[in-house]
């Protein structure tokens, strides 16, 4: 029987803990956090006020917590819908091969010849103003090459296997070799690929939006939390500290639990738990 290591029961842990938090933010938070009262504005943190409030007299509290609900649900948004691209085009790409690997793996060195976030900040700086629906577009369009390319890979080294050999000697046709035998056996790498994903993705929203060209200037946001503190470094300090815990923490997350799950899920492991 396998043990969950430490890294990996930690970042379940934080997960789960940093999603009951963005859950339960109306209820949570003390205020609306959009709520201007600039009588109340730089108030220290207090019991009624944890976190204090902004040069806005804003809760910062509430907008740390609805700023969870966002970037979680948009990491989530993103890296699904880059896996399911990628899934399809790795899939397609290493089990056919021929001019099918050929076409889809240039489009993927393409998409890999422009440095990543440079990409990102320069459509998302085009269609400035736009939704949260945009950005996740936009993130999924340059992240998905990532999975394409991991997936292609496991495909080539699975479709060589016994038991696919198998299965095609049963008659088995390309759709039931794909999803019923080489799908199944490719999660394992998705899942800790994805997990970093998620990590990498949440960095990225919030140097987007303390960029400017993030979410929209009306949605809560570590990064335009932030960008917005920075001027107030000295005269209110605790603006930049708690969305900078916040994001510094579901970022620790993820990757522990990237890390635990490629422990957990590696032939090593494995074998050493057999042994």
Known sequence: MKHWSLSLRAGIFLIFFLSLLAFFAPQLSSQDPNLIELQNRFSSPSLQQP?????????IMGQVLFGARVSLTLAFAVVASSVLIGLLVGCLAGYFGG??????????????????????????????????IHLVFIMALTGWAGYARLIRGEVLHLKH??????????????????????????????????????????????????????????TASWGSLLNSSRHFLL???????????????????????????QDQLSPHVQNKHIL
Not at 187 to 209: D, K, N, Q
Not at 235 to 243: D, G, R, T, V
């Open 235 to 261: 005269e209110a300090p605790y603006m930049s500290i708690f969305p900078g815990l916040a994001l510094l923490l579901t970022v620790l997350a993820f990757n522990l639990l990237g890390e635990g799950l």
């Open 99 to 132: 001019w099918v690997d050929s076409f889809f793996m240039r489009v993927v060195d393409i998409v890999f010849a422009f440095p990543g976030f440079l990409l990102v900040l320069t459509l998302a700086a085009i269609s400035q103003g736009g939704s949260l």
């Open 161 to 218: 296997k016994e038991y696919i050999l198998n299965s095609e000697a049963l008659g088995a046709n390309h759709k039931r070799k794909i999803l019923v035998h080489l799908v199944p056996n490719l999660w394992p790498p998705i899942l800790v690929h994805a997990s970093f994903g998620m990590a990498m993705t949440i960095v990225t929203e919030s140097s987007l939006s303390f960029l400017g060209v993030g979410v929209p200037p009306e």
């Open 51 to 59: 976190m204090g409030t902004d040069q806005n007299g804003r809760d």
